[in-house]
């Protein structure tokens, strides 16, 4: 059977990359550019300066990519680009490089939401075992998602304000953590004891999550501490943070699997790096008999990979788009 490469974008933060994909499962090359450090300066992404260094390196990453590869465009069989959510600027100009190749090259053009390429970046792990439940932790969102086959999506819940990678990021900041916080919250609360009294959020019998609350108690408690002469203990509320925010996590999503009878679970974002989030799941998927899978870390975080591997499974269901495709800050995933 003759095999399907998939050359994909991604450029919806700050994170220049592209993918080839061979038949949704294996990368044969894969290259990021990351702006963190530029961006760590502002203590968080800035679009604007996002958006201009977009322009700088994707040709250079494009180059590499095919060189790294030892492919040519005319090896490729479609065009595979996040076309959304994100920062709109960003998206932009990754889409018409996109565009542009398309045309050029006279290549399908494959719209995939952000997403869907989270959620396949597992299959570049292990072939994807359906009905499944994937729960999407990231700097942007927090959903439950349900599929019983590729490409169908049922979103059973999301968050109703804060992601809780960005709950993550400001709860960083109140503890004195240069950005990106995350990884370090997540290191320090190993490090601790969970010694402060935190709210659960949003314990109720929805899919939903809500992580405002618990990132307004902790801006709270350390004012008030402060206010009162007390020293802070920053491993300890890290420590008290990140096990509510697991404990709810892991509370609504292994609901979820039993009532919807599932018993494959994968996790998916940039918080599926998280030590915490990992070693808890493992704990009660093993107990529950649940099937799970993580992405490698190198998957975690925004990468063309995963583009590639979402991209592929579109394009099998007959999934186009012509050039008058545009980049869209929201939308939902279907």
């Given at each position: 059977?003759?095999?399907?490469?998939?050359?994909?974008?991604?450029?919806?933060?700050?994170?220049t990359s592209v993918s080839i994909i061979c038949?949704g499962k294996e990368e044969i090359a894969t290259?990021?550019?990351?702006?963190?450090?530029?961006?760590?300066?502002?203590?968080?992404?800035?679009?604007?300066?996002?958006?201009?260094?977009?322009?700088?390196?994707?040709?250079?990453?494009?180059?590499?990519?095919?060189?790294?590869?030892?492919?040519?465009?005319?090896?490729?069989?479609?065009?595979?680009?996040?076309?959304?959510?994100?920062?709109?600027?960003?998206?932009?100009?990754?889409?018409?490089?996109?565009?542009?190749?398309?045309?050029?090259?006279?290549?399908?053009?494959?719209?995939?939401?952000?997403?869907?390429?989270?959620?396949?970046?597992?299959?570049?792990?292990?072939?994807?075992?359906?009905?499944?439940?994937?729960?999407?932790?990231?700097?942007?969102?927090?959903?439950?998602?349900y599929m019983k086959d590729h490409y169908s999506?049922?979103?059973?819940?999301?968050?109703?304000?804060?992601?809780?990678?960005?709950?993550?990021?400001?709860?960083?900041?109140?503890?004195?953590?240069?950005?990106?916080?995350?990884?370090?919250?997540?290191?320090?609360?190993?490090?601790?004891?969970?010694?402060?009294?935190?709210?659960?959020?949003?314990?109720?019998?929805?899919?939903?999550?809500?992580?405002?609350?618990?990132?307004?108690?902790?801006?709270?408690?350390?004012?008030?501490?402060?206010?009162?002469?007390?020293?802070?203990?920053?491993?300890?509320?890290?420590?008290?943070?990140?096990?509510?925010?697991?404990?709810?996590?892991?509370?609504?999503?292994?609901?979820?699997?039993?009532?919807?009878?599932?018993?494959?679970?994968?996790?998916?974002?940039?918080?599926?790096?998280?030590?915490?989030?990992?070693?808890?799941?493992?704990?009660?998927?093993?107990?529950?008999?649940?099937?799970?899978?993580?992405?490698?870390?190198?998957?975690?975080?925004?990468?063309?990979?995963?583009?590639?591997?979402?991209?592929?499974?579109?394009?099998?269901?007959?999934?186009?788009?012509?050039?008058?495709?545009?980049?869209?800050?929201?939308?939902?995933?279907?």
């Open positions: 059977m003759k095999k399907t490469y998939i050359l994909a974008i991604e450029s919806s933060c700050d994170e038949d290259v990021v550019l990351s702006q963190m450090d530029t961006h760590a300066n502002f203590g968080g992404v800035v679009p604007e300066v996002a958006s201009r260094m977009h322009i700088e390196n994707i040709t250079m990453v494009l180059e590499e990519c095919l060189e790294k590869a030892n492919m040519k465009m005319e090896d490729v069989d479609a065009i595979a680009i996040t076309y959304g959510p994100g920062l709109i600027g960003s998206l932009l100009i990754g889409l018409q490089a996109a565009k542009t190749l398309a045309y050029l090259y006279g290549k399908p053009l494959i719209p995939v939401h952000h997403i869907a390429g989270h959620i396949y970046a597992n299959n570049l792990v292990k072939p994807m075992e359906f009905p499944l439940i994937s729960l999407v932790v990231s700097g942007g969102h927090t959903e439950l998602i999506f049922e979103k059973l819940g999301s968050t109703l304000d804060d992601a809780v990678g960005e709950a993550y990021d400001k709860v960083a900041r109140v503890l004195g953590l240069h950005y990106p916080g995350g990884p370090l919250v997540d290191k320090l609360a190993h490090e601790g004891k969970d010694t402060y009294s935190l709210p659960l959020p949003l314990d109720d019998d929805s899919y939903n999550f809500s992580f405002s609350g618990i990132k307004s108690a902790v801006i709270n408690l350390s004012h008030n501490e402060h206010q009162r002469g007390n020293e802070i203990i920053t491993e300890n509320l890290a420590c008290s943070f990140q096990n509510r925010v697991v404990e709810i996590l892991t509370k609504k999503t292994m609901r979820a699997l039993r009532e919807k009878n599932v018993k494959h679970l994968i996790i998916a974002g940039g918080v599926a790096a998280n030590k915490g989030l990992r070693e808890k799941f493992t704990e009660l998927c093993e107990k529950e008999d649940i099937e799970l899978t993580v992405p490698a870390m190198k998957y975690c975080t925004d990468n063309a990979a995963m583009i590639g591997a979402a991209g592929y499974y579109a394009y099998k269901i007959g999934r186009r788009a012509d050039l008058s495709l545009n980049s869209k800050a929201t939308d939902r995933l279907q």
